[in-house]
């Protein structure tokens, strides 16, 4: 059974910095690309961002270049994304997926529960 498991969410002031952590089992980490993707209540899924099997490609939404890194430990089973620079609509439910490298939710068959992250200005 795969599990995704985010962790990090939380409530900041627009302006700080939050780093999202995901935990997965049940899959073989290293051999899965792996992203985040956020929904915003009244508002459509959006790609956040995507890192390849190795870490060697990274893909950002244009909403977040230049703020938010994606990172992984494939020793740990673990991928990460830290925001830096939030703004209030950054406010959304953040959740980790596992799959094929792309921007597309549909390529990734594996979502975790979601974690919230509530940015005021």
């Known amino acids: 059974q795969v599990q995704l498991v985010e962790s990090g969410g939380g409530s900041v002031q627009a302006g700080d910095s939050l780093r999202l952590s995901c935990v997965a089992s049940g899959l073989a980490f290293s051999s899965y690309a792996m992203g985040w993707f956020r929904q915003a209540p009244g508002k459509e899924r959006e790609f956040v961002a995507a890192i390849s099997w190795n870490g060697a490609m990274t893909y950002f939404g244009d909403s977040v270049k230049g703020r938010f890194t994606i990172s992984r430990d494939n020793a740990k089973n673990t991928v990460y994304l830290q925001m830096s620079t939030l703004k209030p609509e950054d406010t959304a439910v953040y959740y980790c997926?596992?799959?094929?490298?792309?921007?597309?939710?549909?390529?990734?068959?594996?979502w975790g529960q979601g974690t919230q992250v509530t940015v005021s200005s």
């Open positions: 997926v596992a799959g094929t490298e792309s921007d597309y939710p549909d390529e990734y068959p594996y």
